[in-house]
């Protein structure tokens, strides 16, 4: 999977929230993240914990050491830039494209 792909699927849940008029429409979005991911700080679970996410470079957690070798290497920030980036690609191309 390339990387950006990855990061797409690791932080949409958190796009949706900042960037949505209402919090329904994040926690709702929120749900299909669950299953395997937690917002408990090193609660990892198939994916990462996504606690305190904003700031983080992708593939950084060091609880966690499954990432691939891409997404270590991608020099990705997340954060607010970078989820509107996501937003405005999934919405014009489909989300994972």
């Known amino acids: 999977?390339?990387?950006c792909?990855?990061?797409?699927?690791m932080t949409i849940a958190f796009a949706?929230?900042?960037?949505?008029?209402?919090?329904?429409?994040?926690?709702?979005?929120?749900?299909?993240?669950?299953?395997?991911?937690?917002?408990?700080?090193d609660r990892n679970m198939t994916g990462p914990s996504l606690a305190n996410l904003w700031g983080?470079?992708?593939g950084s957690l060091p609880s966690f050491d499954r990432y691939?070798?891409?997404?270590?290497?991608?020099?990705?920030?997340?954060g607010r830039p970078f989820?509107?980036?996501l937003v405005d690609r999934s919405e014009s191309h489909g989300a994972g494209q």
Not at 18 to 40: I, Y
């Open 16 to 41: 949706s929230p900042v960037l949505a008029q209402s919090g329904d429409r994040g926690e709702r979005d929120f749900q299909a993240c669950v299953p395997c991911h937690s917002l408990e700080p």
């Open 56 to 58: 983080r470079k992708a």
């Open 83 to 85: 989820a509107r980036c």
């Open 68 to 78: 691939s070798d891409a997404l270590k290497a991608s020099g990705i920030i997340l």
């Open 1 to 3: 999977m390339k990387p």
């Open 5 to 9: 792909r990855i990061a797409i699927v």
